[in-house]
């Protein structure tokens, strides 16, 4: 099957994402011709690795089930120009791992750790972590972490930093949970590598993530298992 990787916009004038209004936008994809900011469209949980290492970019690329090609248009030269990747950060990581001899690879790896660190809020980690964990009582500990600090970095405008989250409405704290359970539970991201629309992918993998979500909540021996199917 050829890979299709999706095509992520840095635009060069201020957009708001045409579903959930968040703007302005740093970066966005396209569809039907209105802009849809990464969150929206399943893109959220990547990072940006900017063009210039050839090794470093190839080894990520290889190592991430879900990429994305950035790329900005320029005006002087008529033409859209790659910035660089959005990868999943452990095939950043497994990447950076394999660059060891690479100062530079070092650098940034421990620059973007820093970044990280001081992006979480501790209290609103927490506090997001244990409602998961009422809700979903037989979620993994370590993925109702794993859950609440992607959903609760500052400036993200994710869940965790909605009037919604901080309130711990179910629906947002459940979408969170959901959002997690498409990426890493079923094949959805493998289905947008293969060329299949957003829409239709989010479909096919709908029972597969209702029935985690269902194990998650009464508890039992499927609780927390993977569902490739």
Known sequence: ??????????????????????????????????????????????????RGDTALTRRARENSTLWAVVVRHNRRRTRYERQGLLVEEAALAEAEAACLADAEARARRRARDAVRRAALDTEITEVLRAEIL???????????????????????????RTAAGRSLDRGAVTAAVR??????????????MGGVPRHQARTRVAPAIEAVLRAWRRGGAEAGGRVRG
């Open 1 to 50: 099957m050829d890979l299709v990787a999706p095509v992520v916009v840095e635009p060069l004038r201020r957009r708001r994402c045409s579903e959930c209004r968040q703007g302005p936008l740093e970066r966005m994809i396209v569809e039907f011709n209105a802009p849809v900011c990464l969150d929206c469209a399943d893109l959220g949980h990547l990072v940006f690795l900017r």
């Open 179 to 192: 959002a997690s359970v498409r990426h890493v539970d079923t094949p959805y991201d493998a289905l947008l």
């Open 134 to 160: 009422r809700l979903f009582p037989s979620c993994p500990a370590d993925r109702a972490e794993e859950i609440a600090v992607h959903a609760s970095a500052k400036g993200s405008g994710r869940v965790g």
